[in-house]
């Protein structure tokens, strides 16, 4: 998939946009909800219903705008690499179903997912420094406050054409935040042809942030691919 008129046509023929007007921005705030919920599904997280505060999008928006609510927020977890027998164990247990880690920093790998147009590129300032308030936040998380393991993560996951700007990896330097950039991807289902959505693989634009920190870059393998959604989103969250 690589904009956004595919996931429209999509949404449309699901009747996801029934009773907004073609084009309109109720329709296009749909679609982007339903494109996200979608995506988020293929790796098992639900849409985020917390609001997190930010000084930094208070201060640049002259108080309008005071937190921000990120698409997607998950924990972080870490196993040893201790040699014995018992933390070998563990180790696999992690490996292959994510059980019994040795530490979960909470909050620490935020998702923001964007339908936009093909040629877009993203920068702090948009949607009222939304942007800015999510590094501000990422910053702040547990994660930061460690020398080992992973930094706090901030992935963007987009369609296709998508940049992101180099004042969001600029920033996101200083601030210590890993910036990860996935691509939605549309795959065809080869028994049912239908068309599925997945998660892309990742690529880090700020590897410079793991310098002090031993660890492999985070980037990836593709999601699994999963159903889009046959109902539209539950709420009517437009916050930005």
């Known amino acids: 998939m690589s904009n956004k008129p595919d996931q429209v046509h999509i949404a ?8 907004t007007s073609p084009g309109s921005l109720l329709e296009n705030r749909l679609v982007g909800r339903w494109v996200q919920n979608s995506v988020l599904d293929t790796i098992s997280l639900r849409e985020n219903g ?8 208070t201060a640049a928006t002259s108080g309008a705008r005071n937190a921000v609510q990120p698409d997607g927020v998950a924990d972080q977890t870490l196993w040893k690499s201790e040699d014995s027998i018992a933390q070998g164990l563990r180790n696999i247990a992690g490996f292959l179903f994510g059980a019994f880690p040795n530490e979960v920093r909470k909050d620490s790998t935020l998702y923001e997912v964007k339908s936009l147009k093909q040629g877009s590129t993203i920068h702090l300032s948009d949607s009222k420094h939304q942007i800015r308030g999510l590094i501000d936040v990422a ?10 393991g992973l930094p706090p993560v901030l992935r963007f996951v987009t369609t296709g054409g998508v940049q992101i700007g180099a004042d969001v990896i600029a920033e996101a330097s200083k601030r210590g935040v890993l910036i990860v950039h996935h691509t939605i991807e549309e795959v065809l289902d080869t028994d049912t042809h239908e068309s599925r959505v997945r998660i892309g693989a990742g690529h880090v634009l700020n590897p410079g942030v793991l ?13 699994r691919a999963g159903k889009w959604h046959d109902h539209a989103p539950e709420s009517h969250r437009m916050d930005d």
Do not use: D, W, Y
């Open 12 to 19: 449309r023929l699901k009747g996801i946009t029934e009773g």
């Open 50 to 57: 917390r609001q997190f505060q930010s000084a930094e999008r």
């Open 139 to 148: 910053s702040k998380q547990e994660a930061a406050r460690t020398t080992s």
């Open 211 to 223: 310098s002090r920190r031993n660890v492999e870059l985070p980037i990836g393998a593709p999601s």
